[in-house]
Nanobody, 120 residues
Framework: QVQLVESGGGLVQAGDSLRLSCAASGRAFSSYAAGWFRQAPGKEREFVATISRSGASANYAGSMKGRFTISRDNAKNTVLLQMNSLKPEDTAIYYC?????????????WGQGTQVTVSS
């Protein structure tokens, strides 16, 4: 079992950067694929980025490619999401997720989320 705690959210202006962190507790975090999702008010939770167990490969949603970077440090049991050139439409609660096979909405372990608000 894995417990996930997100941090790093906040209120920023359009064009600013923010780095989210996900701290994982439990055994063998390196055995879990991990990812970030987000949910804006009135919308469904959506995929942001995922990263493989080793950190060697990552995938991004189209609108985040080139602006967001996911990374992980298995020695520190953390997953990071570096967000650059933020836009008001990036405003959402951001969730960290982990799963032994692959992460997607409806499976795996999830954190409680961290709020990101981008003002115009």
């Amino acid at each position: 079992q894995v417990q996930l705690v997100e941090s790093g959210g906040g209120l920023v202006q359009a064009g600013d950067s923010l780095r989210l962190s996900c701290a994982a507790s439990g055994r063998a975090f390196s055995s879990y694929a991990a990812g970030w999702f987000r949910q804006a008010p009135g919308k469904e939770r959506e995929f942001v980025a995922t990263i493989s167990r080793s950190g060697a490969s990552a995938n991004y949603a189209g609108s985040m490619k080139g602006r967001f970077t996911i990374s992980r440090d298995n020695a520190k049991n953390t997953v990071l999401l570096q967000m650059n050139s933020l836009k008001p439409e990036d405003t959402a609660i951001y969730y960290c997720a982990a799963d032994p096979l692959f992460v997607q909405v409806g499976r795996g372990y999830w954190g409680q989320g961290t709020q990101v608000t981008v003002s115009s």
